[in-house]
C-alpha cells in the first residue's frame, strides 16, 4: 500500500515556475514508477511525466517537454515536477501516481495509487 501527496501548487503568473512535491509513505516506494497527470476543468487526465523505478529514466509530454524536469529521492520518499515558463494552458490540478510493475506507464488506468491532486493557476 502507497499513500501519496502533493503539494506546492499555488497562482503563479505566465513565465514563473514552480516544484510539485509527491509525498509517498511506505518503506519500497524506491520499487514504484510515479507519473504526474493533470486534469482541467471540463477535460481528461493527462499524463505530464513519469520516472522509472527501474533505473531513473524519464518521460515527458510533448507539451511540457522542455519545461519541465521530474526527479525523485528516494532516501525522503518524494518525487518532483520542476516546471518552468508556466503558460496559462498549464493550470490544472495535478496528480501524482504510483505502479509497482511496469517500467515507465504514460495511460492513467496502469496506476494503482493516486494522490489527493495539488491546483496549479497560470494567469497570463
Known amino acids: 500500500q502507497v499513500q501519496l501527496v502533493e503539494s506546492g501548487g499555488g497562482l503563479v503568473q505566465a513565465g514563473d515556475s514552480l516544484r510539485l512535491s509527491c509525498a509517498a509513505s511506505g518503506r519500497t516506494f524506491s520499487r514504484y514508477s510515479v507519473g504526474w497527470f493533470r486534469q482541467a476543468p471540463g477535460k481528461e487526465r493527462e499524463f505530464v511525466a513519469g520516472?522509472?523505478?527501474?533505473?531513473?529514466?524519464?518521460y515527458y509530454a510533448t507539451s511540457v517537454k522542455g519545461r519541465s524536469t521530474i526527479s525523485r529521492d528516494n532516501a525522503k520518499n518524494t518525487v518532483y515536477l520542476q516546471m518552468n515558463s508556466l503558460k496559462p494552458e498549464d493550470t490544472a490540478v495535478y496528480y501524482c501516481?504510483?505502479?509497482?510493475?511496469?517500467?515507465?506507464?504514460?495511460?492513467?488506468?496502469?496506476?494503482?495509487?493516486w494522490g489527493q491532486g495539488t491546483q496549479v493557476t497560470v494567469s497570463s
Open positions: 501516481a504510483a505502479e509497482g510493475t511496469l517500467p515507465l506507464p504514460t495511460k492513467s488506468t496502469n496506476y494503482d495509487y
Open positions: 520516472i522509472s523505478w527501474i533505473d531513473g529514466s524519464t
